[in-house]
């Protein structure tokens, strides 16, 4: 058997432990258990390097407004705001350089406005030049560098950054993507073992050593394996490969995420010559009178304003609000009449394009603010626990001189083939959509029965009446 080596250390006595109706699980659990002890092994260091730094991510929102106060806000709230048409020449004339991307008029009272301006020397090419003005007195307060819809200020980006890809770029995100694909495995195969040793765990309260670690491992494993899987899913959802994958899949069943359309018919190359002066980056009817247009369709604040890419493009104005309640509607315009030639609703998004964009936001800590932001850092907190735990319980398993001694091979020799051909299948299937979960398995497969032969021949060699082959077999 190759049960009682991987827990009887310490779970004693294991047969009065087990469940009576395991029939059906006996066979799986010594697969089970191997797989969850190997993975947490070896992926526990980059959860670890995620947990730490989507700790610091979630409690980034709140150090950018400490950090940044002086931008985002206004010094004092006046009775009137400037027309957009003005804040936007007010910081076209501070910064003069880089083409005029977006506006995000102030969303509150107190709020300065957003001029946002691409291809500025000096800024990442991936980033933008936010020139915060304040929309009493168009005096500009400062200019930052911005990532992304969320409007990431430098300390949040880098720190965003670091937990996306550790600043290597595209190679650095398979780390993240790694840790996405091995954390709900972990949690669902910590979560069975549990369950199915839960009895034996009730008498390991009021214990020490290992026994305790265990049971503590267990019980915040439990209480804390439907934040993983959320976070691990979610993760997914913009990863390298696994994220094709599922926008592929989005797309074939109709339910990618829609964008309302900037195209407008007729002849209206004179968008040019009606540009603002200084640079604004108006077109045709201005940004005022498309700022009217997109409220008389109730697009409220906060929203962001893209000037047409071309002579044939509409202003597009949509909705930036991203907590709840989420607003992101949109409209089209066309900048020679003013007249809206698209609207598109959230409540129109297809199934899939809705879940993808609360589970995000939810993700990044934005979908409930504070509240969504304390639970990440809490859920971030229980991993790192865990993962010391887990060590703590690989250390100890050792028993002095056999440090960290493995879970013995050969678990899934017991399962019966009906069982293990689906279930086969079924990892097959998955490890082709989150290829960073299915190579790694194979790896670690092929790598385990090469091992596993060795130590059979070796065994073979070292006692020539088979004395040791009944250990060989086990091992492969």
Same mark, same amino acid.
């Given at each position: 058997?190759?049960?009682?080596? &991987?827990?009887?250390?310490?779970?004693?006595?294991?047969?009065?432990?087990?469940?009576?109706?395991?029939?059906?699980?006996?066979?799986?659990?010594?697969?089970?258990? @191997?797989?969850?002890?190997?993975?947490?092994?070896?992926?526990?260091?980059?959860?670890?390097?995620?947990?730490?730094?989507?700790?610091?991510?979630?409690?980034?929102?709140?150090?950018?407004?400490?950090?940044?106060?002086?931008?985002?806000?206004?010094?004092?709230?006046?009775?009137?705001?400037?027309?957009?048409?003005?804040?936007?020449?007010?910081?076209?004339?501070?910064?003069?350089?880089?083409?005029?991307?977006? $506006?995000?008029?102030?969303?509150?009272?107190?709020?300065?406005?957003?001029?946002?301006? &691409?291809?500025?020397?000096?800024?990442?090419?991936?980033?933008?030049?936010?020139?915060?003005?304040?929309?009493?007195?168009?005096?500009? @307060?400062?200019?930052?560098?911005?990532?992304?819809?969320?409007?990431?200020?430098?300390?949040?980006?880098?720190?965003?950054?670091?937990?996306?890809?550790?600043?290597?770029?595209?190679?650095?995100?398979?780390?993240?993507?790694?840790?996405?694909?091995?954390?709900?495995?972990?949690?669902?195969?910590?979560?069975?073992?549990?369950?199915?040793?839960?009895?034996?765990?009730?008498?390991?309260?009021?214990?020490?050593?290992?026994?305790?670690?265990?049971?503590?491992?267990?019980?915040?494993?439990?209480?804390?394996?439907?934040?993983?899987?959320?976070?691990?899913?979610?993760?997914?959802?913009?990863?390298?490969?696994?994220?094709?994958?599922? !926008?592929?899949?989005?797309?074939?069943?109709?339910?990618?995420?829609?964008?309302?359309?900037?195209?407008?018919?007729?002849?209206?190359?004179?968008?040019?010559?009606?540009?603002?002066?200084?640079?604004?980056?108006?077109?045709? $009817?201005?940004?005022?009178?498309?700022?009217?247009?997109? @409220?008389?369709?109730?697009?409220?604040?906060?929203?962001?304003? $893209?000037?047409?890419?071309?002579?044939?493009?509409?202003?597009?104005?949509?909705?930036?609000?991203?907590?709840?309640?989420?607003?992101? !509607?949109?409209?089209?315009?066309?900048?020679?009449?003013?007249?809206?030639?698209?609207?598109?609703?959230?409540? !129109?998004?297809?199934?899939?394009?809705?879940?993808?964009?609360?589970?995000?936001?939810?993700?990044?800590?934005?979908?409930?603010?504070?509240?969504?932001?304390?639970?990440?850092?809490?859920?971030?907190?229980?991993?790192?626990?865990?993962?010391?735990?887990?060590?703590?319980?690989?250390?100890?398993?050792?028993?002095?001189?056999?440090?960290?001694?493995?879970?013995? @091979?050969?678990?899934?020799?017991?399962?019966?083939?009906?069982?293990?051909?689906?279930?086969?299948?079924?990892?097959?299937?998955?490890?082709?959509?989150?290829?960073?979960?299915?190579?790694?398995?194979?790896?670690?497969?092929?790598?385990?029965?090469?091992?596993?032969?060795?130590?059979?021949?070796?065994?073979?060699?070292? !006692?020539?009446?088979?004395?040791?082959?009944?250990?060989?077999?086990?091992?492969?």
């Amino acid at each position: 058997m190759t049960t009682a080596p &991987s827990t009887s250390t310490d779970e004693a006595p294991q047969q009065t432990a087990a469940p009576p109706k395991s029939r059906t699980w006996a066979p799986l659990r010594p697969l089970v258990l @191997r797989l969850h002890f190997y993975a947490g092994l070896l992926v526990a260091p980059f959860l670890l390097v995620a947990a730490t730094t989507g700790f610091l991510y979630a409690g980034s929102f709140q150090a950018e407004k400490i950090v940044y106060a002086d931008e985002r806000t206004v010094p004092e709230v006046g009775d009137t705001k400037l027309p957009i048409s003005e804040q936007v020449a007010a910081a076209r004339e501070a910064h003069p350089q880089g083409t005029l991307s977006a $506006v995000r008029p102030s969303p509150a009272d107190d709020a300065t406005t957003r001029v946002l301006l &691409s291809g500025v020397p000096g800024v990442d090419e991936d980033h933008t030049l936010a020139v915060f003005v304040d929309p009493y007195t168009g005096k500009v @307060r400062g200019a930052l560098e911005q990532y992304g819809s969320t409007g990431a200020l430098p300390l949040r980006t880098w720190i965003d950054e670091f937990h996306r890809d550790l600043h290597l770029g595209d190679p650095g995100r398979l780390y993240s993507e790694l840790a996405a694909s091995w954390l709900w495995v972990i949690a669902a195969g910590g979560l069975v073992l549990w369950f199915s040793r839960r009895r034996a765990l009730r008498k390991v309260r009021g214990t020490s050593g290992r026994r305790r670690t265990l049971g503590l491992h267990g019980t915040i494993g439990v209480w804390a394996a439907i934040g993983f899987f959320f976070l691990s899913a979610t993760g997914l959802t913009w990863s390298t490969y696994a994220g094709a994958n599922i !926008d592929e899949l989005r797309t074939s069943l109709g339910q990618s995420t829609p964008s309302a359309s900037a195209s407008v018919g007729g002849d209206h190359g004179d968008h040019g010559a009606a540009a603002g002066t200084g640079g604004s980056g108006e077109h045709g $009817v201005g940004l005022d009178k498309v700022l009217a247009a997109a @409220r008389a369709e109730g697009v409220g604040d906060p929203v962001e304003i $893209v000037p047409p890419a071309d002579a044939s493009s509409a202003y597009v104005v949509k909705q930036v609000q991203r907590s709840w309640p989420e607003k992101q !509607d949109s409209v089209a315009i066309d900048p020679a009449t003013g007249e809206v030639t698209d609207v598109l609703r959230f409540a !129109d998004y297809p199934l899939l394009a809705k879940l993808t964009r609360w589970g995000i936001d939810l993700h990044t800590g934005i979908l409930f603010g504070l509240v969504n932001q304390i639970a990440l850092m809490l859920l971030a907190l229980s991993l790192i626990v865990l993962i010391v735990l887990g060590y703590r319980m690989w250390w100890h398993r050792g028993r002095g001189s056999a440090f960290g001694r493995p879970i013995p @091979r050969g678990g899934w020799a017991q399962v019966p083939p009906q069982i293990l051909v689906p279930l086969m299948a079924v990892v097959a299937v998955i490890g082709y959509f989150v290829p960073l979960l299915g190579i790694p398995l194979a790896a670690f497969i092929v790598v385990d029965v090469i091992l596993g032969e060795i130590a059979h021949r070796r065994g073979r060699r070292s !006692d020539g009446n088979g004395g040791v082959a009944a250990d060989g077999a086990a091992a492969t």
